[in-house]
């Protein structure tokens, strides 16, 4: 099945405490992203990749790091996470560009405290 | 400028109604327009996109509507189900100086009464 994995779904860390949250997927796609979902705020870019080694920001990059070492792989990394980063978390892939339609990972709810 | 301003907030409406929820952009360099729909718990996916060649897509009881002296868009869903309860987002994307930008709305909750 065609699909992007997002692994952990549910995570709860302490301030400060550096975290990984992985992203997979198995449709061979070049371009890939992470946006956070916010109520009331929508849905806002935090880092876009648009192949191996290619990375760039998005909108909110502050306190995130990401990396793409491999072309199914796209982790975002919080060096020193801050409850203003407790947020709902979205993987996204496409095939070339997103201007091809996003397939979506089921998401990472993460709190911190 | 990069905005895209949706509305309504929320929406409420009867089995087999209209639904309509309207979305407006500021940058003409925006040149694909897609709509997603996201059920609790779920990713959003991609539900309907159009470019700003033609003025209306239809798929299904799904049609987007866009104007673009207006510099808007507009998703309807006709006959409007109950399984359609959701909540949707539009987006607009454009590619200047080798960068993409994708920005969305701020989203619609939909329901649908049986």
């Known amino acids: 099945e065609a699909q992007v994995t997002q692994n952990p779904r549910y995570l709860i860390t302490v301030t400060g405490k550096k975290l990984t949250v992985t992203c997979s997927q198995n449709m061979n796609h070049e371009y890939m992203s992470w946006y956070r979902q916010d109520p009331g705020l929508g849905l806002r870019q935090i880092y876009y990749?648009?192949?191996?080694?290619?990375?760039d920001k998005g909108d909110v990059p502050e306190g995130y790091k990401v990396s793409r070492k491999e072309k199914r792989n796209f982790p975002l990394i919080l060096e020193s996470p801050s409850p203003n980063q407790t947020s709902l978390y979205f993987c996204?892939?496409?095939?070339?560009?997103?201007?091809?339609?996003?397939?979506f990972g089921s998401g990472t709810r993460l709190t911190v405290v | 400028q990069q905005q895209v301003k949706q509305s309504p907030q929320s929406l409420i409406v009867q089995k087999g109604g209209i639904s309509i929820i309207n979305c407006a952009y500021e940058n003409t360099a925006f040149d694909y327009f897609p709509w997603y729909q996201q059920f609790p718990g779920k990713g959003p996916a991609l539900l309907i996109a159009i470019r700003p060649d033609v003025s209306e897509k239809k798929e299904g009881r799904f049609t987007i509507s866009f104007n673009k002296s207006a510099k808007q868009f507009s998703l309807h869903i006709m006959d409007s189900q109950p399984g359609d309860s959701a909540t949707y987002f539009c987006a607009a994307s454009s590619f200047t100086s080798g960068t993409y930008k994708y920005i969305f709305g701020t989203g619609t909750r939909l329901k649908v009464l049986a």
């Open positions: 996204a892939s496409s095939p070339r560009s997103p201007n091809y339609g996003y397939t």
């Open positions: 990749s648009m192949n191996v080694e290619v990375t």
